[in-house]
């Protein structure tokens, strides 16, 4: 595909598509902590246009302009469907499986301490403190504080509306 293409194009579908782990969250890294010079300038545009490349692709969103990450998070499935908002601050050795997201809520975002897993499929909403060696099972949905040490878990399932069998349904 890049043969069709040349200059600046070329040059990013290339990099994109040789997703290189490390030299991404090291190029993030010299981004958020040098906010000015035209090195930062032209690495933010790079993350600018793989973010973007992610999002159409992987509809995946890490909010990587304004999230705060004090490591590298543990990304074992990739980056399907996570969605990570801008103003959350995640601590170091997090694992993020896929379609997970994090998102804040009236005006406050989630706080995540260090060593959290974040099962397939969770979602954590709201201005909430997730501590420190937590695990979140998959499916979950977490609005409230989680202590450290904690493993979160769904209820059982439950049938909510049961239709009666004698009666004659539409959806047959």
Request: glycine share 10%.
């Amino acid at each position: 595909m890049a043969a069709r293409y040349s200059g600046i194009v070329a040059k990013i579908w290339n990099w994109v598509n040789h997703f290189d782990y490390d030299k991404y969250w090291k190029m993030r890294e010299y981004v958020c902590s040098h906010r000015a010079g035209l090195k930062a300038y032209y690495y933010l545009y790079k993350l600018k246009k793989i973010d973007s490349y992610h999002i159409s692709s992987f509809g995946t969103h890490l909010g990587f302009s304004c999230a705060k990450f004090a490591g590298r998070p543990i990304l074992p499935h990739g980056l399907n469907g996570i969605i990570i908002a801008n103003d959350v601050s995640i601590g170091e050795n997090c694992t993020i499986y896929h379609q997970v997201t994090i998102a804040g809520w009236n005006g406050g975002s989630p706080n995540i301490g260090d060593n959290v897993l974040f099962g397939a499929g969770c979602k954590v909403v709201g201005p909430v403190r997730i501590g420190n060696n937590v695990k979140i099972g998959a499916g979950c949905i977490v609005a409230i504080d989680i202590p450290d040490n904690a493993t979160v878990v769904m209820e059982k399932p439950r049938i909510i509306l049961q239709e009666d069998n004698n009666k004659e349904s539409n959806y047959r």
